[in-house]
């Protein structure tokens, strides 16, 4: 038994909202937050992450495991050598090969070299309290510096700072087109303020017209491309699907500007 929140979209029914999902809102056929059991807090191969994205009818997903700085972060080596040995198309999934960054501090500084980042397809930059959580005052100077790295593709789980002050984020982030994530493991939280946090969130991308990417930031291989409650609130607040960047593949080549063919 779902509830409803203040402005009527109902919570905790995934049958109904995949319902919603199926009629009333596009597929999103991408997936560029996936984690793999490099990172020791995440359980599944790459194997099992993209044996999963074919299972739910994807066309791309990004393997973004943790830098190093971070908890059960994944060794430098790792991202040395992904575009080595992980083929760019598995089992008909394109696979991109990426990081979730940590933000170390205020100036921006990410935990992983510039000459590794530029190895990589997609870059995304987060903030992890463990590693480094910018207070209020902090806040702005510290996505500013992030924003303007010409290396960072993606803005990670902004509602993750209950701190955030979305509106500045979300203007530099278009001047300097970069993508903001809304993230599901963020959106499926058993805390209902952080869930609050995330439709503020959606809704101020919606107000200023923000480019986003829908991701799942999948841990298990059983939650790559389920996106399903996002996608309903998505719908919920008429999103346009042209500024959902990840909806297929064509549509985030052209974003990038490439063919990772």
């Not at 430098?76 to 992980?86: E, G, N, P, R, T």
């Amino acid at each position: 038994m779902g509830w409803c929140d203040a402005d009527g979209y109902r919570m905790g029914c995934p049958s109904e909202n995949a319902l919603i999902t199926c009629v009333f809102s596009m597929k999103i056929l991408t997936d560029l937050h996936t984690h793999t059991n490099r990172s020791t807090h995440a359980y599944s191969t790459i194997y099992e992450n993209v044996a999963q994205a074919a299972k739910m009818g994807l066309e791309l997903i990004a393997i973004t495991d943790h830098a190093p700085a971070s908890r059960g972060g994944v060794h430098f080596d790792h991202f040395k050598y992904l575009s080595v040995f992980i083929p760019r198309v598995i089992e008909g999934i394109t696979v991109l090969r990426g990081v979730e960054a940590n933000i170390q501090d205020e100036t921006g500084k990410l935990d992983i070299t510039e000459k590794l980042l530029d190895k990589l397809d997609i870059v995304i930059a987060s903030c992890h309290g463990s590693v480094f959580l910018p207070n209020a005052g902090k806040i702005l100077k510290t996505y500013t510096s992030v924003i303007n790295n010409p290396r960072v593709d993606i803005i990670g789980h902004l509602c993750r700072n209950d701190t955030c002050d979305f509106d500045e984020i979300i203007k530099l982030a278009i001047a300097h087109n970069k993508l903001i994530e809304i993230n599901n493991l963020s959106f499926k939280s058993r805390k209902s303020e952080r869930i609050e946090h995330c439709k503020i969130l959606m809704k101020k991308c919606l107000e200023y017209g923000a480019k986003i990417v829908v991701n799942s930031d999948s841990h298990f291989c059983t939650q790559v491309g389920e996106l399903t409650e996002i996608a309903a609130y998505l719908k919920h607040i008429n999103y346009p699907e042209k500024l959902i960047i990840n909806r297929n593949k064509v549509a985030l080549f052209e974003f990038m500007g490439k063919n990772f063919a």
